[in-house]
């Protein structure tokens, strides 16, 4: 127990030691593309979220973690938006009805993704890719189409912010609301009855990375402006976020760095110390060896005697001797004259072949008075010996 202790003792000074230098040491930059309102990490939300009521002042901001369709079935909404920025966004056909339905109301959506899904891309006949150019130290310039938006130098932004455009869209019903220097178009419009989708193949345009920048902040407030003004905005988190019921413990520990090395630390150390206890306790099984049959040494010692000194007479007697000691025991029958009377009453009690009986008497009587009883005959004895025992079971 003294090393257990021990062991346990040193393992909490230890683990202590560690988070201690872990709380504090300069944390490095996470690059994480969240796309979460309360992150401040580069692509996290949070400079959007506090200007968003800036942006849409006269709008009550609503939070959504259910897909698409809970969100809007079953509510007439009119004069409202949705927001999705998130890296991909699932949607199925259920999802994408309501969305129509709800367009063709006279409201808007805005979807900010490098992924828009399957389904989007399919209806929609969209199709994404991105500028690589390894020797371009920033993306091509972005700009509005729009001369009322249209800025007077080019949107320049590092990190390729600006290399997704759209290779691939329905011009017909497409309405191009901005391009980059190649000329592709990186913006997009698609009307649908009185309202419009609005779709930017990069979420970290809106993001606390390009927001803290002015250039940054110019763009992602002129790209949600085309949104029109609205009394209800309903920011989708359920591609970011998932869904509310879909919380647990483990998911809060392996967010941050602290409480998932924590985590990993006190398991890899459960482990080491069952693995070391067991070995260390574990003790070696000895090998017992079977109880030897002395009864069957002494039958076969005592056989090898008989057999050396070949007298048949006392074998015989002795065997008789067991016979008759049987049957003065089960049967209560006296065995002193063996007669005619005495046969009868052991086939009568026994329930023995009375021709066994007959010529077993007969044989022990021959043996009785003879002088020399011969192997021949005292293999016979044995043999009516045991026939008796058999028809008597």
């Known amino acids: 127990m003294k090393g257990l202790r021990l062991y346990l003792i040193g393992s909490t000074v230890i683990l202590a030691f560690y988070l201690v230098a872990q709380y504090y040491k300069p944390k490095p930059t996470d690059w994480t593309a ?41 509510q007439s909404h009119l004069n409202a938006n949705y927001l999705i920025i998130s890296g991909s966004v699932k949607m199925d056909n259920l999802d994408y009805r309501e969305l129509i339905k709800y367009l063709h109301r006279g409201n808007n959506a805005f979807i900010a993704s490098f992924d828009v ?7 929609l006949r969209l199709r994404t890719r991105a500028v690589f150019d390894l020797r ?56 649908f009855g009185k309202g419009a989708l609005y779709i930017l193949p990069n979420p970290q345009l809106l993001s606390n990375y390009n927001l803290i920048k002015p250039s940054g902040a110019d763009y ?22 998932g869904n509310i019921a879909d919380a647990a413990i483990l998911r809060v520990i392996f967010k941050h760095d602290q409480l998932r090395w924590a985590y990993y630390i006190a398991l890899i150390s459960l ?14 099984i000895p090998v017992i060896a079977p ?3 002395s009864s069957v040494d002494f039958v076969k010692v005592v056989g090898k005697v008989y057999y050396q000194q ?4 006392d074998i015989a007697n002795k065997k008789v001797s067991y016979l008759l000691e049987f049957i003065r025991a089960d049967y209560r029958l006296k065995t002193g004259s063996l007669d005619e009377e005495f046969i009868n009453d052991v086939v009568h009690k026994s329930g023995a072949a009375e021709e066994t ?30 026939q008796f025992y058999k028809q008597v079971q």
């Open 117 to 123: 899904g399957k389904l989007l891309k399919d209806r």
């Open 220 to 241: 992602a407030a002129k790209a949600l402006s085309f949104l029109p003004p609205a009394k209800l905005l309903i920011w989708d988190e359920y591609n970011t976020r």
């Open 34 to 74: 969240s796309y979460l309102k309360e992150d401040k990490i580069p692509f996290g939300l949070y400079v959007l979220n506090q200007e968003i009521g800036a942006l849409f002042p006269a709008a009550v901001i609503k939070t959504s973690r259910q897909p698409l369709y809970n969100t809007l079935k079953g």
């Open 136 to 191: 371009a130290q920033r993306s091509p310039a972005i700009n509005f189409v729009n001369p009322t938006f249209k800025a007077d130098k080019p949107y320049i932004f590092d990190k390729g912010l600006g290399n997704q455009y759209f290779s691939e869209f329905d011009t017909t019903r497409v309405t191009v609301l901005g391009r980059n220097s190649r000329g592709d178009a990186n913006f997009i419009k698609y009307s």
């Open 310 to 313: 070949r007298d048949n007479r």
């Open 357 to 386: 009986v007959q010529q077993l008497i007969t044989l022990i009587k021959n043996i009785s008075n003879g002088y020399k009883v011969s192997d021949a005959q005292l293999i016979s004895l044995n043999k009516q010996i045991e």
């Open 271 to 284: 482990l080491l110390f069952v693995f070391f206890e067991v070995k260390r306790r574990q003790r070696v």
């Open 291 to 293: 109880l030897l049959n």
